[in-house]
């Protein structure tokens, strides 16, 4: 059995740090992430070519998924701008601020 | 930040009941699995009605930002892939949280749906929703940006 990390990142939090901060204050290094909806000021996704960026001021997060390895989250999906356009790929790395929320679940796989 | 920890982790496949809302499809099966809170992985199908909001600056407002007007994807509308968060409403009924990428006539479109006014298609939806007992998504009126949030509690 795993046992699951209902979590919440808030306004202004950094999407990766966010989440590897709670699972660390949790004992957890390694899961599996399971995004529910959120929203980020502004996204920077990758796939294969330079980084994509999404403009806010609300880039809604519309699915994610991920893991957590080692205590390093690696977060793949879409997310949507103001117009509704949609953009996908790797969230990068430490700019992808938080704007309003983020809800998801971290189920360990420690 | 928040964060709680719920006790072992369960997964359910569940179908959301075509031609509902998308509202009452969720709320349903939920309530067949006996959850008060899950965070739900939504498959591709066909909707009946695909209505969805952006985000637009509401300066001057009681909040900074906000939901802006309704935008219907044209039939035939096709949900690609959602995420959702079910819960607990603040007078304990219940909140679902959705965003989604839609397809349609005019391309592939994506927001935060509006959960009442999506209907779904006749064949509904399959989703994957995991859970925990100990624990569940509720929402709080959160002060600093005038929303109310699904949080864990």
Do not use: K
């Amino acid at each position: 059995m795993t046992r699951l990390l209902l979590l919440r990142l808030p306004a202004g939090s950094d999407l990766h740090e966010g989440i590897e901060a709670l699972a660390r204050e949790h004992g957890i290094r390694n899961g599996l992430v399971r995004g529910g909806p959120g929203s980020l000021m502004r996204a920077a996704l990758q796939a294969g070519g330079p980084p994509i960026e999404a403009p806010g001021p609300a880039a809604e997060i519309l699915t994610m998924v991920g893991e957590l390895c080692d205590g390093v989250a690696d977060l793949h999906g879409t997310v949507g701008d103001p117009d509704g356009r949609v953009y996908a790929g790797r969230f990068v790395r430490g700019r992808n601020p938080v704007c309003i929320t983020v809800e998801l679940a971290l189920e360990a796989l420690d | 930040m928040t964060a709680v920890v719920a006790g072992p982790a369960r997964h359910a496949r569940v179908l959301l009941e075509g031609g509902q809302t998308l509202m009452e499809a969720v709320t349903g099966a939920m309530a067949g699995l006996g959850w008060r809170s899950a965070t739900l992985l939504i498959l591709g199908g066909p909707m009946a009605r695909a209505v969805f909001h952006t985000s637009v600056l509401t300066p001057g407002g009681p909040r900074w930002i906000d939901y802006g007007p309704p935008r219907e994807v044209a039939a035939p509308a096709w949900l690609v892939m959602g995420s959702a968060t079910f819960g607990e409403a603040l007078d304990g009924g219940p909140a679902l949280h959705c965003h989604a990428v839609l397809s349609g006539p005019e391309g592939v479109v994506g927001g935060h749906l509006a959960p009442t006014t999506c209907v779904l298609g006749p064949e509904g939806l399959v989703a994957h929703a995991t859970s925990a007992a100990g624990a569940r998504f509720r929402v709080v009126r959160e002060a600093a940006s005038g929303f109310d949030l699904l949080t864990p509690a």
